[in-house]
Structure formats: structure tokens, C-alpha cells
């Protein structure tokens, strides 16, 4: 399975965005990645149905939106209106997970979990099956460019391990601290599916950029 790249539009210029998606759009990566956050979840707040649906509009790839809220099942249909084609919730945020995974999917859309670094991999054993991707976060979610936490290594392997015969299908996806100094390394470990801000948008060449994580 070839891995695939997908840009955190967090990190674009918002005054610049429609470059920016055109952007991406122009370069070799795959998704664009949406990060939704509350100031409750996580305590940031970025941007809501609006900004999905103007990078729907001039996106010419999926959006993989990433909702880091609380009680996620109030806005799926919203955001899968607004233009997602998958949707990834926190299993630290949904009580009933198996319930919030089959809505996903009813609406549509691919269906992912993701995980923080204190939550073992192993609570996804039960729902991996459903899943069509882990999303195994290696920072705290909320702020962008922070710094890279290493025993992401070892749940990637774990998720990949457990994925082996329930679902070897599954994308394993990482987010935060993902630059061209540790892809090869993670890739290694299991993960096909690469989160990217602060390292892209702060590249003097962009699409160049994309395209060494890409080949790495």
C-alpha cells in the first residue's frame, strides 16, 4: 500500500487560503486534512462548516476531517454535508464508539478513530474490524508544531499488529511532528498515512516539500 500524505490546512495562511488549497491540489499529496477543534476537547478553537465547505469548494482531493470535539455525533451529518469524505473522532470523545463509527459510515463517509498518546492502542481491539483507518496522534492534540513524542513508534506497531488479520486494509495515519526526519522511520513501524502542517506550510518550497515525504 503506497502511503499517503495529507496537508493540515490549520497551518495554511487563511488569508491566502484558496492558494493554499490550490496548492495542494497542484502538489503530489492525497487528502486534505481538516482539524476541527471545540476550546473544549482540546483547548484551541479553529474553525468550523464554513471553512470546510470553502475547501470543499476549490479541492479537488478528499477532506479527512479530524473532529477533536466533544459528543462528536451532534455535527457528523453537518460536516459530511459541508463536504468530508471521512470523518475521524476521538475515542477518548464518544461513549458509544461502535454506534458513532456505524453513523459515520451510514452518512457516507470513511469512518476513522484516533487515539491520544496517553490511550493505549489496545482499547481499539474491539472496534478496529469497523474501522477504515486509526488516526494514532503523536503530540496532544490542540496546537500545532509541537514536539514529536517517540513511543509513537511502538503503537504504530501495535495498531498494525492488531490490524494484521482483523483489518489489513486499515490505514494507519499519524499527526503531529511529521517532517522528512522521522517519515521513513514511521513508516517502518506501520503507519501508510502521513498528517503534515507546520513542516509543509512553513517550507519554502511547498509543493517540493510534499513530494520528498511522498518518496521518503
Known amino acids: 500500500m503506497n502511503h499517503l ?5 490549520l497551518a495554511a495562511d487563511f488569508a491566502n487560503l484558496q492558494r493554499d488549497v490550490e496548492m495542494i491540489n497542484n502538489s503530489e499529496a492525497d487528502w486534505f486534512h481538516v482539524d476541527i477543534m471545540d476550546g473544549m476537547f482540546v483547548p484551541n478553537i479553529s474553525f468550523g462548516f464554513p471553512v470546510v465547505k470553502a475547501v470543499k469548494k476549490y479541492a479537488t482531493k478528499p477532506l479527512d476531517v479530524h473532529l477533536m470535539i466533544v459528543d462528536p455525533d451532534r455535527y457528523l451529518k453537518d460536516f459530511a454535508d459541508a463536504g468530508a469524505d471521512s470523518i475521524t473522532v476521538h475515542y477518548e470523545a464518544c461513549p458509544h464508539l461502535h454506534r458513532t463509527v456505524q453513523a459515520i ?3 457516507g463517509c470513511k469512518a476513522a478513530v484516533a487515539i491520544n498518546p496517553a490511550t493505549p492502542a489496545l482499547l481499539l481491539q474491539d472496534i478496529i474490524a469497523d474501522l477504515d483507518m486509526v488516526l494514532v496522534m503523536s503530540v496532544n492534540p490542540g496546537f500545532g508544531g509541537q514536539k514529536f513524542i517517540e513511543h509513537t513508534y511502538t503503537k504504530i506497531a501495535e495498531v498494525k499488529a492488531m ?12 499527526d503531529g511532528g511529521v517532517d522528512s526526519h522521522n517519515i521513513a522511520q514511521l513508516k517502518t513501524a506501520g503507519a501508510n498515512a502521513f498528517v503534515a502542517g507546520s513542516s509543509v506550510f512553513s517550507a519554502a518550497d511547498q509543493p517540493a516539500f510534499i513530494s520528498t515525504l511522498k518518496h521518503s
Open 163 to 174: 490490524s494484521a488479520n482483523a483489518n489489513p486494509d486499515l490505514y494507519i495515519e499519524v
Open 5 to 9: 500524505i495529507a496537508p493540515s490546512i
Open 105 to 107: 459510515k451510514q452518512l
